[in-house]
């Protein structure tokens, strides 16, 4: 079991493009990176994690990217998802796949209704 001073360790996550909201879906933010946090780079002085080592995996096949360090106030300030199991995460990152491909197509229509 983790403790709390891992903080988010372990646990999937999301981060949003900044202008990721959908035009037709206004409530919904377009993921841009789907990840893992791996492990706890930093702490400040009472032991709060302040940066995490994040995995990052592609959209294409799943796999592992890279890997990048990211203070735990960046992914306040971005509004980050954390997810605690997999099916989770993986069932979010394909619903915002499903409303992207949506919204494209809802633009293509009202642009062919326009050109008309």
């Not at 981060?15 to 841009?32: M, N, S």
């Not at 199991?85 to 009202?110: F, P």
Request: hydrophobic share 30%; proline share 3%.
């Amino acid at each position: 079991m983790k403790t709390k001073s891992e903080g988010l360790v372990g646990k999937f996550c999301h981060r949003y493009y900044e202008d990721g909201f959908l035009e037709h879906f206004p409530k919904h933010r377009y993921v841009k990176n789907q990840g893992q946090i791996l492990s706890v780079i930093s702490r400040d002085n009472w032991g709060t994690p302040t940066a995490y080592e994040v995995q990052w995996f592609s959209w294409l096949h799943g796999y592992p990217t890279e890997s990048e360090i990211v203070l735990a106030e960046q992914m306040l300030f971005e509004r980050w998802n954390f997810y605690s199991d997999e099916e989770s995460w993986r069932l979010a990152g394909d619903q915002s796949v499903q409303l992207g491909h949506r919204n494209a197509d809802k633009i293509k229509i009202e642009r062919e209704k326009d050109e008309k």
